[in-house]
């Protein structure tokens, strides 16, 4: 595991702020399941909490939409800005991070500054990326289902009780935001396969460390693809599953630089 990395600041403030948005996303769920049982008469309320209740469940919303922006327009950018100068002076011992540069981030030390010590890196990025993205897939599955179900049926009875359309209208907003999310995950996961599959194909050249002026403008493209996927995406790892599998990816990683012959 890492000892220190310049955008791992960062990185802690936007879990910090996605925690906030766990909390604001229960708290709408619940007023969502209030409103429906309004609608349907189960819960009787007076017509001026009920009106509280749905200012507060937009107000919510509209929140949980500016602290997306919030992450996904200023913070994961300059996170994603730390990491790519990092990567280039670990690299190629440029200092475009003077005072603080990662340590142990990347585990390839052994090997010359250069071109293909860029390749291996990436090698390396795209394995963890890939192992962590697949494993995030299935919890954001379960969940992006339940919440398409649940939303749904709150709509349904919206609808059949005269429900506040604008309420509605966030509802589905909602929705699409997470299924979104989920589809996102998933199409980044497909990409960084093939990514990690050209890199395989790339690696499996046993002449690769000698002739690697030839592949340089390859290794420079997907290193750009994977770049600009992170990107598109604005997906943060889970730093828990990380930490959980991060000792089999250490061993899953230095099987790769034996098979590979990487030194």
Not at 21 to 37: G, K, P, T
Not at 101 to 110: I, L, P, R
């Amino acid at each position: 595991m890492y000892k220190k990395a310049p955008q791992a600041t960062i990185f802690d403030l936007i879990r910090q702020i996605q925690r906030v948005q766990r909390y604001v996303f229960y708290a709408i769920l619940l007023l969502s399941v209030i409103s429906s049982l309004v609608a349907v008469k189960i819960i009787i309320l007076p017509e001026s909490l009920n009106n509280l209740k749905d200012i507060i469940f937009i107000c919510l919303t509209l929140f949980l939409f500016i602290l997306t922006g919030i992450i996904d327009y200023y913070l994961l950018p300059g996170a994603d800005r730390k990491t790519r100068c990092d990567f280039f002076d670990n690299a190629f011992g440029t200092k475009f991070i003077t005072s603080e540069s990662s340590e142990e981030y990347y585990t390839n030390d052994e090997l010359e500054k250069g071109i293909y010590k860029m390749a291996v890196n990436l090698f390396e990025s795209v394995l963890y990326t890939l192992t962590i993205s697949k494993q995030m897939i299935i919890r954001r599955a379960i969940f992006s289902a339940f919440l398409f179900t649940f939303l749904i049926v709150l709509a349904f009875y919206g609808i059949k009780d005269s429900y506040s359309f604008f309420i509605l209208l966030l509802q589905a907003m909602l929705s699409s935001y997470f299924i979104g999310g989920f589809l996102k995950l998933l199409i980044f996961v497909i990409k960084n396969n093939s990514y990690f599959e050209e890199l395989q194909h790339l690696f499996a050249n046993d002449a690769l460390k000698a002739k690697i002026i030839e592949h340089e403008a390859q290794i420079i493209r997907l290193y750009a693809d994977y770049e600009s996927n992170k990107g598109w995406a604005n997906i943060v790892l889970s730093n828990k599953i990380y930490k959980k599998i991060n000792p089999k990816l250490m061993e899953e990683w230095n099987g790769i630089k034996i098979k590979y012959n990487i030194n």
